[in-house]
């Protein structure tokens, strides 16, 4: 899905989301492999 949604990324990145049974809450799990190393920092920032 992410990939036609941004056609650039198909194939470089996967993602998902499930419902959690609270209400206004949502999760993502987001999974990605970089070229090259990067921090847990690194990648907060470019996101």
Not at 5 to 19: I, K
């Amino acid at each position: 899905a992410v990939g036609k949604v941004l056609p650039q990324l198909n194939g470089r990145l996967t993602g998902m989301a499930f419902r959690v049974p609270t209400p206004n809450v949502s999760v993502v799990d987001l999974t990605c492999r970089l070229e090259r190393p990067a921090s847990y920092e690194d990648v907060k920032a470019t996101i």
